[in-house]
């Protein structure tokens, strides 16, 4: 592709359907996202087959705010990209049959991107950019992985969690704690009035040595501080959010800092819903300072789902000789080390 391509990107992977357009020059075009949750709320979790119908019925109205908002006709888009995997089969589904028709009538090529991918290097749209090659900590619902990001497209795993994601830990012990769904900001904001050195929970996994994580543990520590009567009181329910999410957090810290030692790599870059969270953010800012390294978050909107950052890396895709038109279908899994393998 000799000029710089508009892309259009599609974003149908979970709870959030978004349409976004973005072009390398001229930068951010359109970002549409119209959130599911209060959809699933009443049923306490996503329920994939209202996802998928709602994807299908929104999708073609935030095509016509995104095309009105950044000024485009369809006949100005180059390239179509879309979320491919992982996630909601269904969701994911409607997404790519959208994207696909729309490219295949529009006779231009159409892009599947990887969703985690697109949180890697969400960074990439903030003010300031970190500098390949970086480490990455994806912390979102369903993933909980440390990456060397040697290059875009070069993404070697270093570790991963062994059971829950971060922000799935975060959502079941909002749950147990009464808290709507999703948990992890409702958990967040409980904590602000908590003391987070109150409780002692023990810190999964940083007695051994190495890169995965394990976080299912810390949900039925808290459940057992949960169902203590001494615990009722709205201030020790306080104090119960803010220590396990300083425990996270401290556990987050510690593993990047082996990431940082292991690579020798100066920037962080932290990405997917949890990267929203402040004590998380503060916490990896501190260690960063105190290390002389940096590390880099996406704009606070980009943190959670969105097709901004699907356009991005389809931007970079449709820049990369060769990979005009991937024939890639939905994936419900799909690993991003395996992302240079297409
Ligand atoms: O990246 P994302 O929007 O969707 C997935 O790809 O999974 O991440 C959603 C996750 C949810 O588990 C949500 O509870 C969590 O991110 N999350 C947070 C915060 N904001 C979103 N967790 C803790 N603190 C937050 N402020
Ligand atoms: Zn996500």
Redesign the pocket.
């Known amino acids: 592709m000799t000029h710089k391509p508009t892309v259009l990107a599609v974003e149908s992977?979970?709870d959030?359907t978004a349409v976004a357009i973005y072009h390398p020059e001229q930068g951010i075009l359109a970002n549409e996202v119209f959130s599911q949750i209060p959809l699933h709320r009443e049923h306490g979790g996503v329920v994939p087959e209202l996802a998928a119908r709602d994807h299908m019925r929104r999708l073609p109205i935030l095509l016509d705010e995104a095309l009105t908002s950044a000024k485009r006709q369809l006949s100005d888009i180059d390239v179509i990209a879309y979320t491919a995997g992982p996630?909601l089969l269904g969701a994911l589904m409607t997404g790519a049959a959208f994207a696909r028709s729309l490219a295949f009538s529009l006779n231009k090529p159409a892009l599947g991107i990887h969703?985690m991918e697109g949180?890697l290097l969400s960074p990439m749209l903030g003010d300031e950019q970190p500098e390949y090659p970086f480490v990455a900590l994806l912390?979102?619902?369903?993933?909980t992985q440390l990456m060397a990001v040697n290059a875009p497209g070069d993404y070697q795993m270093l570790g991963q969690t062994l059971d829950d994601?971060?922000?799935?830990a975060?959502?079941k012990t909002?749950k147990l704690m009464g808290l709507l769904y999703?948990?992890?900001?409702e958990?967040?904001k409980l904590a602000e009035d908590g003391d987070p050195q109150s409780f002692k929970l023990s810190r999964p996994m940083v007695n051994r040595p190495g890169m995965d994580m394990s976080f299912s543990g810390l949900k039925t520590q808290v459940r057992l501080l949960i169902e203590s009567s001494e615990n009722s009181e709205a201030q020790a329910r306080a104090n119960i959010a803010a220590s396990f999410?300083q425990t996270i957090a401290d556990t987050l810290v510690i593993k990047c800092q082996r990431a940082w030692a292991h690579t020798g790599y100066r920037d962080l870059v932290v990405a997917?819903?949890?990267s929203?969270?402040?004590t998380?953010r503060q916490a990896l800012e501190d260690s960063a300072q105190k290390h002389n390294k940096r590390v880099f978050f996406p704009p606070k909107a980009l943190?959670?789902?969105n097709a901004l950052m699907i356009a991005y890396v389809g931007a970079l895709r449709a820049q990369q000789a060769g990979t005009h038109d991937l024939n890639i279908d939905a994936r419900a899994r799909w690993p991003l080390s395996d992302i240079a393998a297409i």
Not at 139 to 143: D, I, M, N, R
Not at 182 to 185: I, L, V
């Open positions: 992977s979970c959030e996630g969703h949180h912390v979102s619902g369903g993933h994601a971060v922000g799935e975060f959502d909002a999703p948990g992890g900001p958990l967040a999410q997917g819903g949890v929203a969270n402040q998380l943190c959670t789902d």
